[in-house]
């Protein structure tokens, strides 16, 4: 954190004459705080002995480790999504992704493009997955994350957690208008409240020697579904802006299983997978949802404009309500593969979503997590499915069967998922989690 712009000084000038794209260094010091080896993408450690992979060891021993289940109020698990700005104009606009669940669960991303930066806690193990060297088309192998980079996720993560689950998470305690917790052996939060509202306005990290470490600025909130979140923030570093972020999507209705909190390299084989690079677990986001008729054919060519026509004529429908559908269209599949329907999605909440259910045809979609398989340009073979429908089943109990989803903006855009419910476990019940 305190190497952060000795990092970026010297990176901008290489961007900018062209030897290498802007984001990924840019992005791995930021969320990495200053690790050296990390700005060089040095991450990547010797082959290993599947068998003797110390990093498998290290996810089982998380996973049978891992603290029993908390929860805040009726939070079991909660997901944040942010637009990240950087004051650096070369950077380009980033999006950030914050998961969380009680106690000591949490998964921190930072992607712009393929540019992907990841930081993984379950219990106390903390990995790490680069998806930003110049390395494009191979699979990064996650890292057991130590010394100056383990601290610098764990204060991350700590800043993150008393501020988005305030004041009821990071034992932030004390009078008047400043709170302070201790993060572990490594450092002190100091919180900085409101006059008025008592919520924090500032956010402070600093090292166990006072030095420091990162500030959230310029806090402002937004309340939904009464409780109050952060809605606007300012990261400083070294007494400069890095960043001002907009979070514009909270859901707190999840039921993460705990290999959400796990690098998918390492999930893809507690699961029984094989560490194949197009099976990935992907959180679905609820929607509204509309089911079109589709000739019974196998060709993927004739799905792709079938898929086209229903989504321009369900855009016709929801313009009046100033929605937009989403470009990733399901397909919905009977006995022996056939399709059945297609189905039409309105991902986001928008001004306007309420109505969709005084339109014709149009329901709610849940929440859920997925397996996904991304099958390229093909249509989806058995190989697919059973991925899916096998990872699934050992991870929860699977929701219907298995669709096939066309992202109709990304060439070879051909996907085949399985949603699943994880199982309660020692997870409190809840009315407000899917």
Known sequence: MRLVYDLIGPIGHALAAGSAPVVAPLAVAILAFGS?????????????????????????????????????????????QSLIVFDDPDAGPHRLSFSASFPARSRLTLSRDRWRVERYQLGDVW??????????????????????RLESARFDVAMRRALFFWPDAGALTGDGFTRTATVDDIGVLIATLDRESGRPTRLAAFGRDGSAQAEFREITWQQAEGRWWPA???????????????????????NFIDTW?????????????????????????????????????????????????????????????????????????????????LQVLVTRPQDGEGRLEELAGWHPRDASLTWQFAAGSERPGAVAFEAVTSAATASGTSLGQATVEIDLEQPGGTFVVQAFRVSEGRTPRSDQTP
């Open 261 to 341: 909190f796990l690098p998918v390299d390492r999930s893809r084989g507690i699961v029984g997978q094989p560490n194949d690079a197009r099976l990935r677990m992907v959180p679905r986001e609820p929607a509204w949802a509309k089911d079109y008729p589709i000739a019974s054919t196998p060709d993927l060519s004739a799905w792709r404009l079938a898929a086209q026509q229903s989504l321009s004529v369900a855009q016709t429908e929801l313009e009046e309500l100033g929605l937009e559908a989403s470009r990733r269209v399901a397909i919905l599949l009977g006995a022996e593969g056939r399709a059945t329907a």
């Open 36 to 80: 050296p080896n990390t700005a060089h993408g040095a991450q990547e450690p010797p082959a290993l002995d599947r068998a003797e992979d110390p990093l498998d060891a290290a996810a089982r021993r998380a996973l049978d480790e891992a603290p029993a289940r908390t929860r805040i109020g009726k939070i079991r698990g909660a997901r944040f």
């Open 232 to 254: 606007q923030l300012e990261l400083h570093v070294g007494g400069r802006r890095v960043w001002r972020e907009t979070v514009d999507r909270i859901e707190d209705r999840w």
């Open 127 to 148: 990995f790490g997955l680069d998806r930003s060297n110049q390395r494009l088309d191979a699979e990064p192998r996650s890292v057991l994350l130590t010394g100056e």
